[in-house]
Nanobody
Framework: QVRLVESGGGWVRPGGSLRLSCASS????????LNWYRQAPGQQRELVAA???????DYAPSAEGRFTISRDNAENTVNLQMNGLEPEDTAVYFC?????????????WGQGTQVTVSS
């Protein structure tokens, strides 16, 4: 089992920044893909950003140019730097790890951290 713990959420005014962090109990260098998802009230969970073990990254169109996902091997964390935050970014943000096993790929999830953007 893989435990993921998010931190860094909170309240911020429009245009502000937050940096989310996800600590993993598994060596992130062995994890196939690490992702940040978010879920707004009444909405389905959506992918915000992804980073693979190759270093390749992908972003949702709404996050492109404002958010940056990165891995910190020394800290064994995956981070999400969020700049230029907008009210539409308000959501619970979840860390996700896709781990490959001989039996297939399994998904693990953190508990989520609330991000609220309002003036």
């Amino acid at each position: 089992q893989v435990r993921l713990v998010e931190s860094g959420g909170g309240w911020v005014r429009p245009g502000g920044s937050l940096r989310l962090s996800c600590a993993s109990s598994m060596d992130i260098k062995t994890i196939y893909e690490l992702n940040w998802y978010r879920q707004a009230p009444g909405q389905q969970r959506e992918l915000v950003a992804a980073v693979r073990n190759t270093g390749a990254t992908d972003y949702a169109p709404s996050a492109e140019g404002r958010f940056t996902i990165s891995r910190d091997n020394a800290e064994n964390t995956v981070n999400l730097q969020m700049n230029g935050l907008e009210p539409e970014d308000t959501a619970v943000y979840f860390c996700n790890a896709r781990v490959g096993y001989t039996s297939g790929i399994r998904d693990y999830w953190g508990q989520g951290t609330q991000v609220t953007v309002s003036s």
